[in-house]
T-cell receptor, first 112, second 116 residues
Framework: GESVGLHLPTLSVQEGDNSIINCAYSNSASDYFIWYKQESGKGPQFIIDIRSNMDKRQGQRVTVLLNKTVKHLSLQIAATQPGDSAVYFCAERTSGTYKYIFGTGTRLKVLA | NAGVTQTPKFQVLKTGQSMTLQCAQDMNHEYMSWYRQDPGMGLRLIHYSVGAGITDQGEVPNGYNVSRSTTEDFPLRLLSAAPSQTSVYFC???????????????FGPGTRLTVL
């Protein structure tokens, strides 16, 4: 079936540097994409979302880029902080449904 | 607002036992869903509901039942627990928008279930 996957299972970055977490999706019918952050022992927390009619969306210190041509999604975190250490998931939703498919996650480690 | 609450936080069952995981939200969200998360994996959708009286299957529905009699509550029932159902279970809720806006899902803290 259709799935969402991630290229890197673990990403280590120096505090203050920018982080880029990537995600590939395979369902061309997906029209809504979300990034979540999950800290140890907690439920996922919404970071930012983007619809398929956009290619970029910015939030506070975060930017999501969507490339529909190659079915690629990325999350950029500016000036990465120790509190950003967590597992990050991308998720997609097929147009016309409420079924979300999550990727397997990337662990972000921020080095002091 | 309490947000999304789940009970219990931890549960140990024996194979063949049944139980209900509780989920409640106080944000008047139409959409509610149940996921399971296995070690080192992402979340997989079990069942979801777009409103009271309406439920549908997700990616991994076998062995689970749901009902949605009120907007606030969305319990998940394990009919006959199996070791393969050992997992962390998350409930989530959101508004149901047809276009525009954010469909941000709010997640509960999770229930850690072990089936022996």
């Amino acid at each position: 079936g259709e799935s969402v996957g991630l290229h890197l299972p673990t990403l280590s970055v120096q505090e203050g540097d920018n982080s880029i977490i990537n995600c590939a999706y395979s369902n061309s019918a997906s029209d809504y994409f979300i990034w979540y952050k999950q800290e140890s022992g907690k439920g996922p927390q919404f970071i930012i979302d983007i619809r398929s009619n956009m290619d970029k969306r910015q939030g506070q210190r975060v930017t999501v880029l969507l490339n529909k041509t190659v079915k690629h999604l990325s999350l950029q975190i500016a000036a990465t902080q120790p509190g950003d250490s967590a597992v990050y998931f991308c998720a997609e939703r097929t147009s016309g449904t409420y079924k979300y498919i999550f990727g397997t996650g990337t662990r972000l480690k921020v080095l002091a | 607002n309490a947000g999304v609450t789940q009970t219990p936080k931890f549960q140990v069952l024996k194979t063949g036992q049944s139980m209900t995981l509780q989920c409640a939200q106080d944000m008047n969200h139409e959409y509610m869903s149940w996921y399971r998360q296995d070690p080192g994996m992402g979340l997989r959708l079990i069942h979801y509901s777009v409103g009271a009286g309406i439920t549908d299957q997700g990616e991994v529905p076998n062995g689970y039942n749901v009902s949605r009699s009120t907007t606030e509550d969305f319990p998940l029932r394990l009919l006959s627990a199996a070791p393969s159902q050992t997992s962390v279970y998350f409930c989530a809720s959101s508004y149901r928008r047809t276009s525009g806006g954010s469909d941000e899902q709010f997640f509960g803290p999770g229930t850690r279930l072990t089936v022996l």
